[in-house]
C-alpha cells in the first residue's frame, strides 16, 4: 500500500512540476518577485501532496529565529524536499544549488529568474570566488543565502560530513548572521528512492549565530548546533513512526 501512495506522490510531483511550471511561465517576463511565489506555490503544493497522498506531516518550526533581511542559512540536508521547504520558511533565499539543476525544463528556467547560486560541485577557487561575488549580490538585495554545508543528501542518522570551505568564505565575505536549519526529512523522504515513509518532517531555524566571530568557532559552533538539534528531530520522527534508531536502514 505504501508503495502504490508513493508512487501516486511521484505522478503528483512531477504532474505537478510540468503544470504549474508551465502555467507559471508568464511569470518569467514579469518582476522576480512573481516567479518566486510561483516556486513557493509549488513548495505548498509538494506539501499537501506529502500529507493526503504519503501520511507525511510537515511542519515549520523556529519563525521566532528569522531576522528581517538578509542572513546566511546553514541547512542540514537529507532530501530533495529541502530545496522547496525553504520557499515557505524564509521571504526570500538564495539557494546555492548544483549546475545540473538548471538543465531541467521548468526547474532550471525558475532557477535562473529567481537568481539562485548554481555552482560546479568538482570546481576550483574560481568557482568558490564566484559563488561568494554572487552571494554577495543577493545579500545586498537584502535576501537570505541558502548552503548545505555537507554538499549533498545525507541519510538520516548517517555520521556528518560536512565541508567548511564554502560556508566559512560566505560567513566571512557576507558579514552577517547565521541561522542553522535542522531537519529529520530522510526518515520519510530519503535521499534515493521511490518510497517515502508515513511520519512527521520538521524543519527547525534555530537561534542565530552573530556575525564577527573567527571562523573557526562559528563552523564549530555550527557543527555542534545543528547536529544536536536534527538529533533531536531524529528522535521526535521516530518515535512518530513508531521505530528506533536500530531500524533507520530499513
Known sequence: ????RSFLFVIWLYGGMAVIGI????TLLLPRKFAVAAIRFYAQ???VGLRFLCGIRVELRGHEHIPQGPVLIAGKHQAMLDVFIPFILFSDPAIILKRELLWYPALGWYALKTKMIPIDRAGTSKTLKKMLREAKARTEQGRQVLIYPEGTRQPAGAAPAYKSAGVTALYNQLEVPV???ATNSGLCW????MVRK????VYEALPQI????NRKEMFARLQSELEAASDALLDEGLAAQG???AELAV
Open 1 to 4: 500500500m505504501n508503495a502504490v
Open 23 to 26: 502555467t507559471c511561465l508568464p
Open 45 to 47: 503544493y509538494i506539501r
Open 179 to 181: 541561522v542553522p536549519l
Open 190 to 193: 530519503k535521499p534515493r528512492g
Open 198 to 201: 508515513p511520519g512527521l518532517v
Open 210 to 213: 552573530p556575525a564577527g566571530l
Open 243 to 245: 521505530r528506533t534508531r
